[in-house]
Nanobody, 115 residues
Framework: QVQLVESGGGLVQPGGSLRLSCAASGSIHTTRNIGWYRQAPGKQRELVASITRGGSTNYADSVQGRFTISRDNAKNTVYLQMNSLEPEDTAVYYC?????????WGQGTQVTVSS
């Protein structure tokens, strides 16, 4: 069992930046991939960005060029650097880690982009 704890959310003005962290209770070295998802009120959860064990990344079109996902295996932590934030980025952001035989989710962290 692996627990994921997200942090770093908050209220930010449009154009601002936030860095989200996803800290795992166990090693993330063997994960197939780790992703950040988000869910806005009344909308389905969507994939924002993901990173594979080998470091390959994938981004949703809506965040390409603004968000950067990275991982620090030594710290068992995955980050999501979010720049040029827009009101449309407002959502609860979740971390998801996929191992060979199990998948785990964090509890989420709220990001609100508003002036």
């Amino acid at each position: 069992q692996v627990q994921l704890v997200e942090s770093g959310g908050g209220l930010v003005q449009p154009g601002g930046s936030l860095r989200l962290s996803c800290a795992a209770s166990g090693s993330i070295h063997t994960t197939r991939n780790i992703g950040w998802y988000r869910q806005a009120p009344g909308k389905q959860r969507e994939l924002v960005a993901s990173i594979t064990r080998g470091g390959s990344t994938n981004y949703a079109d809506s965040v390409q060029g603004r968000f950067t996902i990275s991982r620090d295996n030594a710290k068992n932590t995955v980050y999501l650097q979010m720049n040029s934030l827009e009101p449309e980025d407002t959502a609860v952001y979740y971390c998801n880690a996929n191992f060979q035989y199990a998948s785990y989710w964090g509890q989420g962290t709220q990001v609100t982009v508003s002036s």
